[in-house]
């Protein structure tokens, strides 16, 4: 079985930072991707960031400049650094990752529990 634990959101100031971290266990042979969504209240999910292996990480058009998505592959970790952020970037954010695992070989889809993002003053 394999979990996705998402931590480091929170209130924050308009212009202010946050990094969300989103840790990956159990039974884990490779992730092949990783994203971060967001959904704030009355619309969609929507895709912030994403990494896939070999490639550049890409980025939804309001996150350009302002976020980073990173991955620490060795901990099984991906991040997102936030800045300047704006109100309207409040919204639970939402780890997912495509991960292969150990016991099959098989790549199945997993999503976090999500972290609130809160920026207000």
């Known amino acids: 079985q394999v979990q996705l634990v998402e931590s480091g959101g929170g209130l924050v100031q308009p212009g202010g930072s946050l990094r969300l971290s989103c840790v990956a266990s159990?039974?884990?042979?490779?992730?092949?991707?990783c994203g971060w969504y967001r959904q704030a209240p009355g619309k969609e999910r929507e895709l912030v960031a994403s990494s896939t292996s070999g490639d550049n990480p890409y980025y939804t058009e309001f996150a350009k400049g302002r976020f980073s998505i990173s991955r620490d592959n060795a901990r099984n970790t991906v991040y997102l650094q936030m800045n300047s952020l704006k109100p309207e970037d409040t919204a639970v954010y939402y780890c997912?990752?495509?991960?292969?695992?150990?016991?099959?070989?098989?790549?199945?889809?997993?999503w976090g529990q999500g972290t609130q993002v809160t920026v207000s003053s």
């Open positions: 997912n990752a495509k991960i292969k695992q150990v016991w099959n070989g098989q790549t199945y889809d997993y």
């Open positions: 159990g039974s884990i042979f490779s992730i092949n991707y």
